[in-house]
């Protein structure tokens, strides 16, 4: 039965990691050499022209810093907000703090094509349009939905003994959440902040809407823009997404063992 699961695991694990191949197969290979042999065929020469023309052109080494800058910093501010709305509803017993959750679960639902024009038109209005701290403000307060669903769930279970030993101290509430609460969930932060990095950087549609000056897109635009109504390079576009899906990956081996730690952590709290 280990066999089994094994060779059922690796197969998974060659299903998964065959677009990355694929993606790596083309990346190295020459516009002719591609249009001969297709996109399965063997490179018989290892060609960067694709991804020196791609990184040049679109001027990835900015892109890249944009897309590192906007997405730590939804994750810090997404955290952050994330945990004060937990901490008032969880441990501080707002009044309707159901209903409060109801909320925050309709904005983890509602799909961002139907508030898109909302959010252009009130960056317009502020003075944000085409700013990264528009994206930032945008993306922080969209995750901190599922943020403060996730860690009001878990500060319910939060030990009470805890927080009345602390309250009997006279520790103030702001005392109660940095020094008693956040060392303890430490690791599902940890955990949290990862999530909201990913799932920043892997953003399309609105840095696309909101970003519209050059120096200021991101890696997914960048991306996007490899194909248009009347050019298509697929040696240029594998170039692009293997550009693209290097960062992420290098981002999840550094904190992998963190990611397991707080998953871990998790669990057996």
């Known amino acids: 039965m280990r066999w089994v699961v094994l060779a059922i695991l690796i197969l998974l694990l060659a299903f ?7 993606a790596l197969l083309n990346a190295v290979k020459a516009s002719a ?5 297709g996109p399965l065929s063997i490179p018989r020469s290892i060609d960067l022209t694709a991804i020196e023309k791609f990184w040049t052109v679109s001027e990835f080494g900015r892109k890249l810093l944009n897309s590192v800058v906007i997405s730590l910093a939804v994750s ?29 679960l309709l904005g983890i639902m509602v799909p961002q094509e139907s508030i898109i024009y909302p959010l252009y038109y009130m960056a317009k209005a502020s003075g ?23 860690l009001s769930t878990v500060l319910n279970t939060f030990p009470k003994e805890i927080l009345e030993a602390a ?3 006279g520790s103030t509430h702001w005392k109660t959440l940095w020094f008693v ?8 932060l940890m955990v949290l902040g990862t999530f909201f990095f990913i799932w920043t950087w892997n953003e399309f549609l609105i840095p696309l809407v909101m970003l519209v000056s050059n120096n200021n897109q991101t890696v997914s635009v960048a991306m996007g823009l490899t194909r248009g109504q009347n050019m298509s390079d697929p040696v240029l576009q594998a170039s692009a997404a293997f550009l693209g899906i290097v960062p992420t990956v290098i981002f999840f081996l550094i ?13 057996v709290k």
């Open 255 to 267: 904190f992998q063992r963190t990611l397991t730690r707080g998953i871990a952590a998790g669990a």
């Open 128 to 150: 944000l349009y085409d700013t990264q701290l528009s994206v930032i403000i945008i993306f922080a307060v969209l995750q901190s939905a599922f943020g403060t669903y996730l």
């Open 33 to 37: 050499e591609y249009a001969v042999g």
């Open 16 to 22: 998964t990691l065959f677009p990355f191949f694929l």
């Open 181 to 188: 609460v956040v060392p303890m969930l430490r690791p599902t």
């Open 76 to 104: 810090v501010l997404g955290v952050l907000i994330s945990l004060f709305n937990a901490y008032a509803i969880g441990v501080g017993k707002v009044p309707g703090s159901r209903v409060i959750l109801v909320v925050f």
């Open 167 to 169: 309250e009997m101290d």
